[in-house]
């Protein structure tokens, strides 16, 4: 049973910054599309930012120049760095590992809550 493990929400002010961590297993990082998504209270799931074996990232225009994806497969984590926090970005973020591009199964952690208000 694959585990991913999200880390590092919390509360914060706006225009302050958190780093959000997902661990997976070293099979994950780097053979997976890993991907960070998000549900604000009330609405749905939205994708945020994915970043590929590759290195390719791509993100959701609201976050663009402000979260940063970025793996690491020497600790098998895939971080999220969040910069400039605005009250809009609040919301439970969760980690996926997409692998239906090579034929291998979806996977999501549990989520951790990001809370930006003043």
């Known amino acids: 049973q694959i585990q991913l493990v999200e880390s590092g929400g919390g509360l914060v002010q706006p225009g302050e910054s958190l780093r959000l961590s997902c661990t997976a297993p070293?099979?994950?990082?780097?053979?997976?599309?890993v991907q960070w998504f998000r549900q604000p209270p009330g609405q749905p799931r939205e994708f945020v930012a994915s970043i590929l074996p590759n290195g390719d990232t791509a993100y959701l225009n609201s976050v663009k120049g402000r979260f940063t994806i970025s793996a690491d497969r020497a600790e098998n984590t895939v971080k999220l760095q969040m910069t400039n926090l605005k009250p809009e970005d609040t919301a439970a973020y969760y980690c996926?590992?997409?692998?239906?591009?090579?034929?291998?199964?979806?996977?999501w952690g549990q989520g951790t809550q990001v809370i930006v208000s003043s």
């Open positions: 070293s099979k994950i990082v780097g053979l997976y599309r």
């Open positions: 996926n590992a997409d692998g239906s591009q090579w034929s291998r199964p979806i996977y």
